[in-house]
């Protein structure tokens, strides 16, 4: 099948992952493209194919090198996962390919555009062929495209048993976007001594470094009396939130890049008499991110102190998600190298940048499976200004391949 018309038929299928849950996968639609993906790995000849009750695939592609040759060379696993983001719809996906894209506005529908006035980085694409969605949903590209590319770099692979390759594992995993994704990853059974994740952005990108990552959560609850007799008694709940969040530093997703950290308000709730507040604390500096988590506690405390005599409480609860990857991978570069050779072979040129964000590989990292990241050719991710451009998603398929060949004869 070709590539494309794979994806897209991937792209149909709903998979979104819901947030807060306490098991595996998180939506149990993520099934429905996990069952298709054991029977094509299966129909495509890979090994040792086998879907689990917590919704992951995987399966193998034997080395064909001689013994010799794979005593020198790391089993390597590429990882991709197949739930899409809960913040934008991912039922009914309708993709549409624009061939030849001309740089001007994309009409998705009567009301929305996808425009490079807003987005600049589409005018990069001009003369490649792009996939979009019809304006209602997201598109899905992340991680559908890296499931799909890993599915045409196996087809391949196993088309063509004169190229040689080491022993190749192929993992595709539930609720990366809920940040549970790796959480029971079966390392061992996998088989991989290092390993890809296919989830970024534009066609060159490789990453080792990555957010260290936090959830806070906070609680408050208020003094509510009628408000025709509430002089100096009523504490208004929804008020006092937003005071908390006066008290944050100004360092929001809107303002920063690069190696910038931020607070996210994701979303709040709530009336007078109680309200809470769920926020998102990242940086890549490890001593900075603790100092962040240190601010949205103090801030919480401060106004405990302010107000809980007249009656008011404020009960802030910090979690952390993942660390930076760039711990484990400083010691296991080669792996980088080995994929900035590749792009360079197929005529990219590789853009390491740091993930404003967490992979799988992040969380595998620190579990022992050192694993960077590498683009798709997507952008806009999450939202329904969602596309893929089709050029660099067949390009990365062939950058894929390349690694595999790279890598012979790497073992440290």
């Known amino acids: ?58 399966g193998k592609i034997p080395s064909n090198l001689s013994r010799e040759e794979n005593a020198k060379t790391p089993a390597l696993g590429f990882i991709a996962h197949m739930d899409t983001a809960p913040s934008a719809r991912g039922k009914n996906v309708k993709p549409r390919i624009i061939e030849n894209y001309d740089g001007k506005d994309i009409v998705l529908n009567e009301t929305e555009t996808l425009s490079p006035k807003i987005f600049p980085r589409l005018l990069d694409a001009v003369g490649d062929d792009l996939m979009v969605t019809d304006g209602t949903t997201l598109l899905g ?38 940040g549970c994704g790796a959480d029971i990853f079966d390392i061992p059974g996998f ?62 997703p809107a303002n920063t890049e ?81 994929a900035k050779t590749a792009f360079e072979k197929e005529g990219v040129k590789p853009i390491v940048t740091p993930i404003r964000g967490g992979t799988d590989g992040a969380s595998l990292s620190y579990k022992g499976l050192p694993c960077p990241n590498l683009s798709t050719g997507g952008d806009n991710f999450h939202g329904i200004y969602e596309y893929l451009n089709l050029s660099s998603f067949r390009k990365m398929i062939d950058v894929l391949i390349r690694i595999t060949q790279e890598m012979i004869g790497k073992k440290p």
């Open 191 to 252: 088989g991989a001594e290092i390993a890809y994740t296919v989830d970024g952005g534009i066609l060159g990108e490789v990453e080792y470094e990555n957010f260290n990552a936090a959830s806070g959560k906070l609680k408050i609850h208020g003094v509510n009396v009628h408000p025709g007799s509430a002089k100096d008694k009523m504490l208004n709940a929804l008020l006092l939130a937003m005071e908390f969040n006066s008290l944050l530093p100004p360092c929001i």
């Open 1 to 58: 099948m070709d590539a494309v018309e794979r994806l897209i038929s991937y792209l149909k299928i709903d998979t979104e992952s819901i947030p807060d849950q306490d098991h595996i996968p998180s939506s149990e639609k993520q099934f429905d493209l996990a069952r298709v993906l054991e029977k094509d790995l299966k129909e495509l000849g890979v090994s040792d194919v086998r879907l689990t009750e917590h919704c992951y695939v995987y």
């Open 258 to 338: 690069g190696y910038e950290g931020f607070f996210h308000l994701c979303d709040m709730s709530g009336e007078e008499s109680h309200a809470e507040m769920n926020y998102i604390i990242r940086d890549h500096d490890k001593a900075k991110f603790e100092e962040k988590k240190k601010i949205f506690a103090d801030a919480a405390e401060k106004l405990n102190q302010k107000y809980g005599a007249k009656g008011a409480s404020f009960e802030a609860v910090i979690k952390d998600s993942y660390f930076n990857m760039k711990e484990k991978l400083k010691d296991h570069m080669y792996i980088v190298e080995v």
């Open 141 to 178: 590209a992340d991680d559908k495209a890296g499931v799909g590319e890993i599915m045409a770099m196996a087809e391949y692979l196993l088309s063509h048993k004169e190229v040689p390759h080491g022993d190749i594992c192929i993992g595709f995993t539930p609720d990366e976007e809920v």
